[in-house]
């Protein structure tokens, strides 16, 4: 009991200490998102523009061959800039699931054990999912080798293999296991971090936000 109770005292610590970095980082998600539909939207526009351009391109004249050019570069740098914007949502996530794994390391030290699995997500425990989760993400360029990740994006691959299918090129894939964990909430993430965090203790305190995460 006297070894259990600081941690449980450090962990709350944390929680309230990062909940400011986690809300600041899910705003910038979102605003993330809006960017990535912009950019989604005028990628289909440009591909129609260079489609067209290509279409009336009969006769090979300078102007027409000028125009298509110029078509295609607006096009690939529409596509450099929508990489940098996912490139960034992975970075933004990744970060989001340091924070709560750090605060299950400071709770509990390690996954093997781990008291507080939390709710289901696709056969998956919240527990689980946060944790290799976050070392996927933190190491996908070394998936090819021995990881600790594997298990859990073999069951979530299930379901949804363009996504969580481990092959190559490796990609972070923290972004799609925050959407999956509905953490574009705020509220959402601070009723699972209470409950990996505090247990019994933090359930207690969520019961408010039931229908939020159910």
Request: aromatic share 6%; proline share 3%.
């Amino acid at each position: 009991m006297s070894e259990k109770q600081p941690s449980l005292a450090q962990a709350n610590d944390y929680l309230k200490n990062t909940s400011w970095v986690a809300l600041g980082l899910i705003h910038m998600l979102s605003d993330n998102d809006l960017r990535i539909d912009e950019f989604v939207e005028r990628l289909d526009r440009q591909r129609q523009d260079l489609a067209l351009a290509e279409r009336v391109t009969i006769d090979g004249q300078p102007e027409e061959i000028e125009r298509v050019r110029r078509q295609k570069e607006k096009l690939e740098g529409t596509e450099q800039a929508l990489k940098a914007f996912n490139y960034t949502a992975n970075i933004l996530a990744g970060s989001l699931l340091q924070i709560a794994k750090q605060g299950m390391s400071i709770a509990c030290g390690r996954i093997k054990g781990y008291p507080n699995k939390g709710r289901d997500i696709q056969g998956v425990s919240l527990c689980d999912l946060v944790w290799q989760g976050r070392n996927q993400a933190m190491h996908y360029e070394t998936t090819d080798g021995a990881n600790t990740w594997t298990g859990v994006f073999s069951t979530l691959a299930v379901t949804n293999p363009s996504v969580f299918l481990q092959s190559p090129p490796y990609e972070s894939c923290a972004k799609a296991i925050s959407d999956m964990l509905g953490w574009q909430r705020h509220a959402v993430y601070e009723s699972d971090m209470r409950t990996l965090l505090l247990g019994s203790q933090g359930r207690e305190k969520s019961e408010t936000l039931a229908n939020v995460v159910s």
